[in-house]
């Protein structure tokens, strides 16, 4: 691999963290869906405006979202392996994060108050606003 400039070397940096960021989300996601919940659910209830969620029965939208966690995991770390080469799978991470950010939100407002909805929409949004800004500076390095 190329040597990489410092700007280079951040978002590699970035992808690594988010890869194992991924990854272990959704293993939480899988492995204690419910015990989440409830830490929202607890949260909600001490601030008092939110509206509690029902514990997760159904395991085939966590099979989705498992799976979903896997592959912006996968793009992080083919993007990490090889900044030069893979940036360009950016824009899949960007569209996933922003996707699963306005659900979020939308099922906020269409839906259920839930704290859950409305940390998503900004976790996953931050997410995209700081991968922006670490890609941009990429992207616009290896244009020259």
Request: glycine share 2%; proline share 6%.
């Amino acid at each position: 691999m190329a040597p990489l400039t410092p700007k280079q070397n951040q978002y590699r940096i970035l992808m690594i963290l988010l890869f194992w960021t991924f990854l272990i989300v959704g293993a939480m996601f899988y492995s204690i869906p419910n015990p989440i919940i409830d830490v929202f659910n607890f949260v909600s209830a001490k601030i008092g405006y939110f509206q509690p969620l029902p514990q997760n029965i159904e395991k085939f939208y966590l099979d989705l979202a498992v799976a979903y966690m896997s592959c912006v995991a996968a793009v992080a770390y083919l993007i990490s392996r090889d900044v030069l080469k893979n940036s360009n799978l950016t824009p899949v991470l960007i569209v996933g994060k922003t996707t699963s950010s306005l659900i979020s939100l939308l099922s906020f407002f269409l839906y259920q108050r839930a704290l859950l909805y409305l940390s998503n929409f900004v976790i996953d949004g931050s997410i995209v606003l700081i991968v922006l800004a670490f890609y941009l500076p990429v992207k616009k390095e290896l244009r020259a």
